[in-house]
């Protein structure tokens, strides 16, 4: 964060270094929620043996993170399906599959099953009206 190329980067893009606490409103959850997953993943390698080797586990995680793995917080999809919109078609037909299930043994379920939804907005400290009325009451 203190190299003049990732400070010309941040700068480029407009975006502002932050070297917050946890817990500051202008942390950057998403970002450390992620740094953590990697951390403590049980393929993290005590130490790296050099650059190319973190460079490469990085890769291979991320990798791995964004295009297999499934996220509860976004209706267990892959980042890369909600980039890309496969994630519709995916739901679609989980849920065809647990009508299909649900049909079949009505019994082995209290109600009818419903495939998990992405959420429409994703908020570090949501607004209240309290706090931003313009959100609320357009003028």
Not at 14 to 40: C, D, F, W
Not at 65 to 94: C, E, F, M, Q, W
Request: cysteine-free; aromatic content about 8%; proline content about 9%.
């Amino acid at each position: 964060m203190t190299s003049r190329t990732v400070a010309q980067l941040l700068a480029d893009l407009g975006i502002t270094r932050s070297h917050s606490r946890p817990h500051v409103s202008n942390a950057n959850p998403y970002s450390e929620a992620q740094s953590k997953t990697l951390k403590y993943a049980p393929t993290f390698p005590g130490r790296f043996t050099d650059l190319g080797h973190a460079r490469r586990f990085t890769d291979d995680f991320l990798t791995h993170y964004n295009t297999i793995h499934r996220h509860s917080g976004i209706g267990l999809h892959t980042p890369a399906d909600v980039h890309t919109g496969r994630h519709h078609h995916i739901r679609k037909a989980r849920q065809r599959v647990l009508d299909d299930a649900y049909a079949q043994h009505p019994e082995r379920f209290h109600a009818r099953p419903q495939a998990p939804t992405i959420p429409t907005t994703s908020w570090i400290n949501p607004p209240t009206p309290e706090t931003n009325s313009d959100l609320f009451h357009p003028a």
